[in-house]
């Protein structure tokens, strides 16, 4: 079954102790990229990658890193989270389709809580 | 400033009659428009999209109408079924460097069909 999945899907944590979130997609998509959905604000795109070794800040990049080593994952880090970076987090993926489209795969979402 | 805006945050509709969500956008650059359908703990899912040089693309139940002079588009459900309650995001697609579109969303309408 093609899909992206993220772990893990609920965190409780505390202002300045590092977290990484996986991403994985199972597609061979090229491209991959984390958004971010608060109340009001919609989805915002944080960091995207359009290949292995090359990604880019998307709107709301601060406070977060990324790496793409590998195809397949794209982990979102959080070196030293916050509490307004308390939100709901998706990875999507994109193939050929979306090269013209913009279409996007997403993951089930990631529930993040800094305290 | 949001470049995609859906200004109604809710909306109420009995089932069997018509749902109507509305978006409105900015940017007359963007060549793809796309409506995507959320469930609780679940990822946005694709529903359909519309080129930019159409003016309707309907699929079933779903269709979409493009209005590009108004810059105005809105997603037609008929008939409303319960299993059509969710969040719909409203999202533009635009061709940046790297040859992907990336989306813009907006905020979102949470649609409730009621028996």
């Known amino acids: 079954e093609a899909q992206v999945t993220q772990n893990p899907r609920y965190l409780i944590t505390v202002t300045g102790k590092k977290l990484t979130v996986t991403c994985s997609q199972n597609?061979?998509?090229?491209?991959m990229s984390w958004y971010r959905q608060d109340p009001g604000l919609g989805l915002r795109q944080i960091y995207y990658?359009?290949?292995?070794?090359?990604?880019d800040k998307g709107d709301v990049p601060e406070g977060y890193k990324v790496s793409r080593k590998e195809k397949r994952n794209f982990p979102l880090i959080l070196e030293s989270p916050s509490p307004n970076q308390t939100s709901l987090y998706f990875c999507a993926s994109s193939g050929d389709r979306g090269k013209n489209t913009g279409e996007l795969f997403f993951g089930e979402g990631s529930r993040l809580t800094v305290l | 400033d949001q470049q995609v805006k859906q200004n109604s945050p809710s909306l109420s509709v009995q089932e069997g009659r018509i749902s109507i969500l509305n978006c409105d956008y900015t940017?007359?650059?963007?060549?793809?428009f796309l409506w995507y359908k959320k469930y609780p703990a679940e990822g946005p899912t694709f529903l359909i999209s519309?080129?930019?040089?159409?003016d309707k693309n309907e699929d079933g139940r779903f269709t979409v109408f493009l209005n590009k002079s108004a810059k105005h588009l809105s997603l037609h459900i008929v008939p409303s079924q319960p299993g059509d309650s969710a969040v719909y995001f409203c999202a533009a697609s635009a061709r940046f460097s790297g040859g992907y579109n990336k989306l813009i969303f907006g905020a979102g309408t949470r649609l409730a069909v009621h028996p």
């Open positions: 597609m061979n998509h090229e491209y």
């Open positions: 990658s359009m290949n292995v070794e090359v990604t």
């Open positions: 940017n007359s650059m963007f060549d793809y």
């Open positions: 519309i080129s930019s040089i159409k």
